[in-house]
């Protein structure tokens, strides 16, 4: 009698099918990790501790706004001191909304203008380099140089000649400037990463440029696009130096708001506290919606 050696054949004869020795693989792997060295352990303990570091003052600054000023303004501060919505009735009270919205459309326009300049530039720069490329890549990092208090007196004069002062359409534009060479070299080692196979079964299928940067390279690499959008639009949330000089009262910003509330008398920590929980909220939000894709985009090159 022949013998099948078909491998549906084989595995009948040896009494197992490809669901068992998955199940047999998923077991041992939960038994080897569960047998954890010491220092792994150890390290694990370590990691949720400089974790704890990280985000106790977070914690402190949120259970700081649920108290009075008397006693936030206590040395040493006490954790168990009333609970009060104080702060947060005096925020609200001082009217947040505009400056709020201005911050929204500033961040929201300047990330959207980043992102339609840095692809291309970073398209440019990684599938089809132009010459000298390293040093076009220089340029861009060479702008970050300079610190910005150094180009605050001109740019301040500009704007003033033009007569865009307290302008929160200005605001926009210098975001855009400040954001777009970490976008370009953040976005250009993400490209880096596309095979060029793609692109060539593309071209054979007759796609234009526009067509394979829509279609092809852009669902590819969309999670180093959402990191770079996320972390322009935070830079651009927090930017504080140019709408504190630039701005007044139509075009303040959050940071701009909050930074009202410290005063020369004193007693103003749980207003600032709550205030500051409040304006990081919009950001907070944006990280933990797209934190898979930040993550996913910030490793992405790390590891070939």
Partial sequence: MTIPTTPEASGTIAGTNPAQEHAAEVEQ????????????????????????????????????????????????PSPFAPLSLDGYKSFFSAGPWPPILNSVTASV?????????????????SIRPVRKWT????????????????????IYLFAQKVHMLDNIWLLAV???VMNLPIAVWMLRSFLAEVP??????????G???????????APVVMPGIASAALICFIFSWNELLFARVLTGTRAETAPVFLTGFVTSQGLFLAKVCAA?????????????????????????GAVK
């Avoid at 796609?207 to 390279?217: D, E, F, S």
């Fill in 109 to 125: 326009v300047s990330t959207i203008l980043v992102l339609a300049l840095a692809f291309p530039a970073a398209y440019a720069l």
């Fill in 29 to 76: 792997q939960v038994v080897n990790h569960r047998r954890q060295s010491p220092g792994s352990r150890l390290l694990g303990v370590l990691a949720w501790v400089v974790g704890l570091i990280f985000i106790a003052p977070v914690l402190w600054m949120i259970l700081t706004s649920f108290h009075k000023e008397a006693d936030a303004a206590t040395n040493p």
């Fill in 174 to 176: 210098f975001y855009t």
């Fill in 196 to 205: 060029l196979e793609m692109l060539e079964a593309a071209q054979v299928d």
């Fill in 135 to 154: 040093d076009v890549l220089f340029f861009f990092l060479s702008t970050k140089f300079l610190p910005i208090v150094a180009g605050l007196l001109p």
């Fill in 207 to 217: 796609a234009g440029l526009l067509t394979t940067m829509r279609k092809i390279i």
């Fill in 276 to 300: 500051s929980l409040v304006v990081s909220l919009p950001v907070l939000i944006a990280g933990f919606a797209a934190q898979d894709k930040l993550v996913q985009g910030l490793s992405m």
